[in-house]
C-alpha cells in the first residue's frame, strides 16, 4: 500500500505565497509519476500540474501557468508546488496523485487513472 501526505495549505490573502508538498511512502515502487490536482466545492477535480517520467516535459493549467511552479525530489518521493500572485479563484482542496508508469515522456494530466491519491490539503486564498 501506498500513502501519499500532502501539507502545506492554509489561509492567505489574495497576491501571497504558499507552498505544498506531498511525500510518498509505503511500498510505493518505481517507476511513477506524482502530480498535482485540485477541486474546487461542485467542480471536478482538475490538473494544477504534471511532470513527465523524465522530468523533460510539464504541463500546467492555464490559470495557473506564471504563477505555480511544481518541482520533485525522487531521492524523497516527495513533490512540491510553489504558489505565488494566489487569487480567490485558486481557492479548492489540492491533491496530489500518484500513477505507475513506464513512459518516460507523457505527461498524465487527467485524473482518471492514477493509482493513489493523497487525502488533500486545503487552500483558502482571501480577497
Known amino acids: 500500500q501506498v500513502q501519499l501526505v500532502e501539507s502545506g495549505g492554509g489561509l492567505v490573502q489574495a497576491g501571497g505565497s504558499l507552498s505544498l508538498s506531498c511525500a510518498a511512502s509505503g511500498r510505493a515502487f518505481s517507476p511513477y509519476v506524482m502530480n498535482w490536482f485540485r477541486q474546487a466545492p461542485g467542480k471536478e477535480r482538475d490538473l494544477v500540474a504534471a511532470i513527465s517520467l523524465s522530468g523533460t516535459y510539464t504541463a500546467y493549467a492555464d490559470s495557473v501557468k506564471g504563477r505555480f511552479t511544481m518541482s520533485r525530489d525522487n531521492a524523497k518521493k516527495t513533490v512540491y508546488l510553489q504558489m505565488d500572485r494566489l487569487k480567490p479563484e485558486d481557492t479548492a482542496v489540492y491533491y496530489c496523485?500518484?500513477?505507475?508508469?513506464?513512459?518516460?515522456?507523457?505527461?498524465?494530466?487527467?485524473?482518471?487513472?492514477?493509482?493513489?491519491w493523497g487525502q488533500g490539503t486545503q487552500v483558502t486564498v482571501s480577497s
Open positions: 496523485g500518484l500513477k505507475y508508469t513506464s513512459r518516460w515522456e507523457t505527461v498524465y494530466d487527467a485524473p482518471e487513472g492514477y493509482n493513489y
